[in-house]
């Protein structure tokens, strides 16, 4: 508001005189004509709730590894006329335009044998204008996908050992239907001797060539792959109502080697999930994970499966990495929140239209909640290890300056400005994050509302079962919108849950707080502590270079400082982005070194002297700071009942 005020200032005072003195001849001249295409391209077909005569084929090839290049042959049923082929745009689980148009290449459309050249929308370069000529009634369109070699930019979906083939990435389609009623009959090569995990039901395989049945478009996309050289499939719900796999690939066979007690814990998540939400929506359901180096690191909701990487060690390493732990319990739960029950204005008609993202708040917020949960009540994660970490999240939200000028709800749009961009001041900023952990939080504050206001006979576990485990084994999408969240919270505890929400999703403004109230109902608080134990160094597991509460920045491996907080000690010193750590005092820096500068300074009166550098620029800063090392902790309340003990113990029923 303040830049808008601003602009219109200068308009009105600046910018007038200005105007004035322009000659009127030159204010008068026009603006020259747009120069005209060789011929006008009709406008793009709305999608239409119709059936598209025929099925396409589609055949992915995925051995070109040495180039990294999957290759696409489609089969189009065809009829005279004008066709427009769209590339999707907007894809399912990244909330954005983020479909790389910019690496589709050698695309050739060929019908009875002979050529048909196609010109690109120059509004919407996803889309392909072609003119059918009389007699034709299938083209055969090719075309390669250049996957890239490195995550610079994109990242990394085949290697050597893996491929991670993604249909949205690798298709066109019709515009002018609704991509539940294009039905596309697919199959892939493989390289020899590989394996997979999808979603899709196999027909058949020939040697290196793989088959499926006819799928529709919408689900069709929704259905990806993890191809490999070393490859395990797991049983998760031996003689269950509907199977549960674990597909593993991974870098080498050994990284394979999954103990039994993880897989029992991966049965235990199946069932806490089954107990928890009292349904299924899916004819079967495949965890695909890459155990791998390699690939790039993904962790993306499908409706009958999940894209999941994790260390190739993961198994057999003491203590992963919580994240990774907790990154399948995440993903399954997206089976019933999100994908299941989906935000009405994410349910579009097509891969190009645009989609919005108000209820993130739900559908990322909430799963990453149960997500959590499930980690605990699954045994993947113990209830210490959640709580080390759900302290790291209250505490990054209690210092969270961007709250002043941002709210949580508006973050919600925050891929549709440029999907997880990097940004200098991500604490001022906010972004994608905040509608994953900070709307946790405001779902344990729901929960523990609930707990508290029954005498602890119902909880949030009521609402998961009432709005996600209705329809029991329908996999078709059922949209739901605020006002049905809302009731649905109702329908457990009969509470002002309208307010509740805005009142925690628009908090904006100097006095806006981090929605906390639900550790405090659980039965803890927040406090700041100097050492941590082994448990939490390992949960937040950046400890030993991180800054942010104490000096406002934290320390790469080569200390370079980064993440300055926003009206921190450091950034009001002037520190920003691209300076590095020289010395600590009169001693070559590093992060031990000033971490005991940190400690000393506790007990003292001189200032910490840190010497920083940017390109020839040197700098010797003094920093009046006695405050120690500062870490979040959760303790308990005594006297009070232990909540956070109820929700993360496992479900027997």
């Not at 919407?124 to 034709?136: E, K, R, W, Y």
């Not at 491929?163 to 009959?185: C, S, T």
């Not at 009169?586 to 200032?607: C, M, N």
């Not at 700071?625 to 902790?633: D, N, Q, S």
């Amino acid at each position: 508001m303040i830049r808008t005020a601003a602009i219109a200032l200068l308009l009105t005072s600046a910018a007038l005189p200005a105007l004035a003195q322009i000659p009127a001849s030159q204010a008068a001249t026009p603006l020259p004509a747009p120069t005209s295409l060789p011929h006008a391209l009709p406008p793009i077909p709305a999608p239409q709730d119709r059936d598209y005569p025929g099925v396409i084929g589609i055949q992915a090839d995925l051995t070109d590894l040495d180039h990294k290049v999957i290759r696409v042959r489609q089969t189009v049923p065809v009829s005279t006329g004008h066709l427009v082929l769209q590339y999707p745009k907007f894809i399912p689980g990244n909330h954005a335009d983020t479909g790389p148009i910019q690496l589709v290449s050698g695309v050739t459309v060929t019908g009875n044998g002979q050529r048909i050249e196609w010109v690109r929308d120059t509004v919407d370069p996803h889309a392909f204008h072609l003119d059918i000529p009389a007699g034709v009634t299938e083209i055969q369109v090719a075309f390669e996908w250049l996957t890239q070699p490195d995550n610079a930019v994109w990242r990394v979906v085949m290697t050597p050992e893996m491929v991670n083939l993604q249909w949205e990435k690798a298709l066109l389609y019709p515009a002018g239907y609704n991509h539940d009623r294009i039905m596309f009959a697919p199959s892939v090569k493989l390289p020899t001797g590989w394996n997979y995990g999808v979603a899709l039901t196999t027909t058949g395989r020939e040697g290196d060539v793989a088959t499926f049945a006819p799928i529709s478009l919408e689900h069709l996309a929704d259905s990806p792959m993890f191809a490999g050289k070393h490859y395990r499939r797991i049983d998760l719900d031996p003689g269950g109502r509907s199977p549960v796999h674990l597909n593993l690939v991974g870098d080498t066979a050994a990284s394979l080697n999954a103990p039994d007690e993880r897989i029992e814990q991966y049965r235990s998540l199946v069932d806490q999930a089954d107990r928890l939400f009292g349904a299924r929506h899916f004819d079967h359901y495949e965890f695909l994970l890459g155990l791998t180096s390699k690939m790039g690191g993904i962790g993306l909701e499908h409706h009958r499966s999940s894209e999941n990487t994790a260390s190739p060690t993961f198994f057999t390493a003491p203590n992963p990495d919580f994240g990774a732990r907790t990154l399948l319990p995440h993903e399954f739960t997206h089976s019933w929140n999100g994908k299941f029950r989906r935000p009405s204005d994410e349910y579009v008609q097509n891969l190009n239209l645009p989609t919005q993202n108000s209820l993130m708040w739900v559908y990322e917020g909430q799963t990453e909640y149960w997500g959590d949960v499930l980690g605990a009540r699954s045994g993947l994660v113990t209830k210490e290890e959640a709580l080390a970490n759900l302290a790291e999240v209250a505490g990054f939200y209690d210092q969270q300056p961007g709250r002043a000028w941002r709210s949580l709800q508006d973050t919600t749009n925050h891929n549709l400005l440029g999907y997880r961009t990097t940004n200098p001041w991500p604490s001022w900023m906010r972004g994608t994050g905040d509608y994953y952990r900070e709307a946790q939080l405001i779902w344990l504050d729901a929960d523990t509302l609930i707990r508290e206001a029954t005498n602890d006979r119902k909880s949030l576990d009521d609402f998961a079962r009432g709005f996600f485990g209705v329809d029991d084994g329908v996999w078709e999408a059922k949209p739901y919108t605020f006002d049905d969240v809302v009731a649905a919270l109702d329908a457990v505890h009969p509470h002002d849950w309208a307010t509740f929400l805005r009142t925690r999703l628009d908090a904006v403004g100097l006095d806006a707080r981090a929605p906390l109230d639900g550790i405090a109902r659980a039965g803890y608080r927040l406090t700041w502590v100097d050492e941590l134990t082994p448990l939490e160094k390992r949960i937040q597991s950046g400890w030993a270079t991180d800054f942010q509460y104490s000096l406002g920045f934290n320390l790469n491996a080569a200390n370079r400082i980064t993440g300055v907080r926003w009206g921190g000690p450091a950034f009001e010193q002037g520190l920003g982005a691209g300076w590095d750590l020289i010395a600590v005092g009169d001693r070559t820096a590093s992060a031990e070194v000033l971490r005991d500068a940190v400690t000393a300074a506790k007990t003292g009166t001189d200032p910490i002297v840190l010497v920083v550098r940017r390109g020839d620029e040197f700098r010797t800063l003094s920093f009046d700071y006695h405050g120690g090392l500062r870490y979040p902790r959760l303790v308990r309340t005594e006297g009070t009942r232990d909540r956070l003990a109820d929700i993360f113990a496992p479900r027997r029923r």
